[in-house]
């Protein structure tokens, strides 16, 4: 369950980035 968490926190990174990226294409 420990190595999960990480593995969640990794992807929440990776989610949250792409996220910014979009937001970011989308204002130009």
Do not use: P, Q
């Not at 980035?17 to 130009?28: A, P, Y």
């Amino acid at each position: 369950m420990a190595g999960f968490s990480s593995v969640e926190k990794y992807v929440y990174r990776i989610t949250s980035c792409w996220i910014v990226i979009d937001c970011k294409w989308r204002l130009l």
